[in-house]
């Protein structure tokens, strides 16, 4: 039986992505730079598949999780370490307006510029995740239910691409993600309380 080149990047991104999760539930900061290397391995799994849509998040995920980064140490008031916060349902809603649109924009361009497989699948997931990941770094508690759906549409993706281990992870993901938002919430009304 002969493995592809790729299984053994995705085996080290998996395990690095499942420490990153159990970090980032326990907001641990070292999660961040753990990311950033999970993160620059995963683009060698993605990019010989077509999934240029996720080549792309792999690069801006570079600069999200160097900003959370700075954000969960120095992003609370008088540069103090950044608390848990929900958002306001207005926003939640214009935030999830502009991830439809902006998936079908990604979707089309790649559909009809390049040889991307699953163009406007990538694409959706691209957009909710880096919403998710942007949400995160922010230490928003909503972060972790567009984790949930960003890892559900990609787990059919990886699936359909043949990309098993991965697969696997992001199926993973979504009860880590599950488990992120319980922890997260008892953290937010604790502090809330207190």
């Not at 790729?6 to 998996?14: D, E, L, R, V």
């Not at 395990?15 to 683009?43: N, Q």
């Not at 993605?46 to 998040?57: D, H, T």
């Not at 998936?103 to 995740?129: E, F, K, Q």
Request: hydrophobic residues 45%.
């Amino acid at each position: 039986m002969q493995y592809s080149s790729t299984i053994y990047y995705q085996i080290i991104g998996a395990v690095l992505a499942i420490v990153t999760i159990v970090l980032d539930t326990r907001e641990k900061v070292l999660a961040r730079p753990l990311s950033i290397i999970g993160t620059m391995i995963s683009f060698f799994v993605y990019y010989p598949e077509g999934l240029y849509a996720k080549c792309m998040q792999s690069m801006f995920n570079v600069g999200f999780h160097s900003y959370g980064w700075y954000q969960w140490l120095y992003g609370g008031k008088h540069k103090t370490p950044l608390q848990i916060s929900k958002t306001k349902p207005t926003v939640l809603a214009r935030i999830l307006l502009i991830v439809v649109f902006s998936a079908t924009i990604l979707g089309s361009i790649l559909s009809y510029y390049s040889s991307a497989a699953l163009p406007y699948w990538d694409s959706l997931h691209t957009i909710v995740a880096l919403t998710a990941h942007w949400m995160l770094v922010r230490k928003k508690l909503e972060s972790w239910l567009l984790w949930v759906v960003a890892d559900a549409l990609y787990s059919v993706v990886l699936y359909h691409k043949g990309i098993y281990v991965f697969c696997g992870l992001y199926t993973l993901f979504i009860f880590l993600a599950s488990n992120g938002y319980r922890t997260w919430r008892r953290s937010y009304l604790s502090q809330a309380t207190a």
